[in-house]
């Protein structure tokens, strides 16, 4: 029995440094990386689409798509996979 509720706690030990660390980690990287977004930076959205920031609210942001200075989309902060700095390589 005593075996039993070891092997029990080792499963779950490992679950946590192998999946829930890792995974709250990477979401502390993004929240920070979303947070120090500003104008003017150059985004990848999680579709693949390259973008510049031209406005930001609390939740929301309008990237311009391309050369078309016609072509700005609403969209959320959430949908934003990486941000790149302007000269930044």
Known sequence: MMLMIVYIVIIGA????????????????????????????????????YGVVIDITDEDCIVEFGSNKNCRIPMRKAAIAEVEKPGQE
């Open 14 to 49: 490992a679950m946590y440094f192998f999946a829930i660390r890792p995974q709250k980690k990477e979401q502390k990287r993004m929240a920070a990386l979303l947070a120090s977004m500003e104008v003017g930076d150059t985004v990848v959205t999680t579709s693949g689409f």
